[in-house]
Structures are given as structure tokens and as C-alpha cells.
């Protein structure tokens, strides 16, 4: 069983959000992910970028690709274009959200 992120928040910053993984009711589990915000335009979703690298062998190169994921983005968190997060995998939230941030990175 993995270990999961038990960092609790302050009473005082609580949010009201049920899929916050620290106020509300969503677990969290899985795979866990670092990225980049790339767009918020939606409401408490966050797209998140990841940059990687695959092999071509028939060049013998490495060429750059670009994963987006849809990620839940709690009250308490509010993670911003540009900012560096960690999202950690949940039950699906909606159709292509499967993901939850759970920290910023400084």
C-alpha cells in the first residue's frame, strides 16, 4: 500500500470543497505526478503539463513530448498559471478528471 500525504491544514485555512483530499472525502491513490499549470479557465481544474522524453531508434534521438492532464484543484490549494505542483492519482472526478493536486512546489 503506498503512503499517502497526511499534511492537514490548519482549521483556519479548511475549505468546503467534498474532493479536497484533505477536508473532504476524496482518497487518493496511485500514480503521482510533477508538472506545470498551464491553464485554469476552468472551474476548480487545473491543466497540468509534463515534459518527457521518448527514443526514436530509428534516428538514435530523444525527442521532447508534451503530456496534459486534467487535475481537481481544491479551494485550499488554488494552484495559479505557471506555478510547479504535484498531483496524485483518485477516482474519477468527471469524465477526464482522474487527478488531484495535492502541494505546490516552491
Request: hydrophobic letters at 25%; charged letters at 35%; proline letters at 3%.
Amino acid at each position: 500500500m503506498k503512503k499517502q500525504n497526511t499534511e492537514k491544514k490548519t482549521e483556519s485555512e479548511a475549505c468546503s470543497d467534498k474532493n479536497c483530499p484533505f477536508h473532504g472525502t476524496l482518497k487518493i491513490r496511485g500514480r503521482t505526478f510533477t508538472g506545470i499549470v498551464g491553464s485554469t479557465k476552468m472551474r476548480k481544474t487545473a491543466n497540468i503539463e509534463m515534459e518527457r522524453t521518448g527514443y526514436i531508434r530509428k534516428y538514435q534521438r530523444y525527442e521532447k513530448k508534451m503530456t496534459r492532464i486534467k487535475a481537481h484543484n481544491p479551494d485550499c490549494i488554488s494552484a495559479r498559471q505557471g506555478e510547479k505542483v504535484t498531483a496524485m492519482e483518485c477516482r474519477p472526478i468527471s469524465k477526464t478528471k482522474k487527478f488531484v493536486i495535492i502541494k505546490k512546489q516552491v
